[in-house]
Nanobody
Framework: QVQLVNSGGGLVQAGGSLILSCAASGTIFSSNTVAWYRQAPGKQREFVARITSFGTTDYVDSVKGRFTISRDNAKNTVYLQMNGLKPEDTAVYSC?????????WGQGTQVTVSS
């Protein structure tokens, strides 16, 4: 059974940094595209970043130059390094992977950025 576990969220001041983790079990993460999404209160879930099995990455425009997605295949984990955080980055962040045609989600981790 595939499981994704998110961690690393917290409260940080504007301009600060956090690193989120998405640890997988039940699948070889290196063969999957993994994405981060976020959902702020009262808003729809939004794509944030993606990394393919080839290591190709892409980002929503609002985080380009501030966030970096990466993977550690040995640890079966994908990370989201977030620098220069802004209050508008406040949301619940969740990772998602498509494994054998099915979507799997992490439980989410809260990121709160104070001004």
């Amino acid at each position: 059974q595939v499981q994704l576990v998110n961690s690393g969220g917290g409260l940080v001041q504007a301009g600060g940094s956090l690193i989120l983790s998405c640890a997988a079990s039940g699948t070889i993460f290196s063969s999957n595209t993994v994405a981060w999404y976020r959902q702020a209160p009262g808003k729809q879930r939004e794509f944030v970043a993606r990394i393919t099995s080839f290591g190709t990455t892409d980002y929503v425009d609002s985080v380009k130059g501030r966030f970096t997605i990466s993977r550690d295949n040995a640890k079966n984990t994908v990370y989201l390094q977030m620098n220069g955080l802004k209050p508008e980055d406040t949301a619940v962040y969740s990772c998602m992977a498509v494994v054998r045609g099915s979507k799997y989600w992490g439980q989410g981790t809260q990121v709160t950025v104070s001004s």
